[in-house]
């Protein structure tokens, strides 16, 4: 095997972020942007069946952010592995979410995601976003 | 974009059938063959965590398979996608199972999987495996 490209590490690492920023953002612009475009997209929502191609891709990420209020991403354990122009991060999601901005409610809950990948213009863009139910965990914060 | 390269596709495709039938045979050296053999290889199975590596991958399929009598993959809307010496399916798996040989009842429920592979010596192999449970359908077949 190769040897570990560290810049690159670094750089999916980033893009892997920024994709959760514009989770949390609601931002639809910036969801687009970090996308391939590409009709061999994939996006697979927990619990969801496969979504493929910008357009229904884009759609369900428009429908999801209407219908979110307040979402933060804490990201554990995510691991970055790189194989030429591709790349993909492993990670478990700790989803903290309320259902008004003003509730004193948070709810928590877990995913574990992969997420794919490809280097174009030295940009790295997602491929393929993967996200299941942990079926082990979902708590309540006071 | 490059070209479709059909044989790849071919290659891959039966790369991924091969996966399921390891599975149906509960044959962990034939699922061992089919995996890399790399500390960064990945499992993710319905509502569990990642699993990291060929030892514990494999114990992971060990157990599974010690705890399986009969379970059978219909392998629907299955495509390939292939990116150089990557490619990775999607695919829903329509999950048959009887708790025992003998049983009458057959249940049904269905994952959403991605299955990530890389090329070696003329050979796909296994890097990861993420299946999701579907939320909306558990069956149960007369």
Redesign the interface.
Known sequence: ?SVPDYDAQKDVTRANREFYRAFERLDLAAMRALWLD?E?I?C?H?????I?GPERVHAAWDAIFQSTTWIRFELV?A?A?I????A?V?V?ERIHSKPDEQSAETLVAEA?A?N?F?RRDDAWKM??H???????RILSEP
């Open positions: 095997m590409d061999r994939q697979i927990p619990g969801g069946e496969t493929v354990d691991t592995q194989f030429g122009e591709l993909w492993t478990l574990v992969t794919l490809i491929l393929l993967h996200a299941s139910p942990l079926a082990r």
